[in-house]
Nanobody
Framework: QVKPVESGGGSVQAGGSLRLSCAAS????????MTWYRQAPVKERQFVSS???????SYADSVKGRFTISQDDVQNTVYLQMNNLKPEDTAMYYC????????????????WGQGTQVTISS
């Protein structure tokens, strides 16, 4: 069973930094991609950043230039370095692991972590 586990959340002042981690293993054919989402109270969950097995990255416009996603293939861990944090970054951050469907690729099942809280004070 694949169970992503997030860590690294916390409370910092605006302008500060945090690094989130997400460890996940267990995909039968390897991990296809790992994605960070966030959800603020009374708001919908929104995409933050993703990285695929080839290292290709994608970012939401609201975090470009401030957040950096990276991965450690050996540890099956993805990191989200968040700099110059703003109060509007306050949210629960979730990690999603997308397994490969086969040895030939393709997107398989998604697995979600429980989330880690990030709170930014002004």
């Amino acid at each position: 069973q694949v169970k992503p586990v997030e860590s690294g959340g916390g409370s910092v002042q605006a302008g500060g930094s945090l690094r989130l981690s997400c460890a996940a293993s267990g995909c039968s054919y390897g991990t296809g991609a790992m994605t960070w989402y966030r959800q603020a109270p009374v708001k919908e969950r929104q995409f933050v950043s993703s990285i695929d097995r080839d290292g290709r990255t994608s970012y939401a416009d609201s975090v470009k230039g401030r957040f950096t996603i990276s991965q450690d293939d050996v540890q099956n861990t993805v990191y989200l370095q968040m700099n110059n944090l703003k109060p509007e970054d306050t949210a629960m951050y979730y990690c999603k692991t997308t397994c490969r469907r086969s040895w030939f690729g393709g997107a398989g099942a998604d697995y979600w972590g429980q989330g880690t809280q990030v709170t930014i004070s002004s």
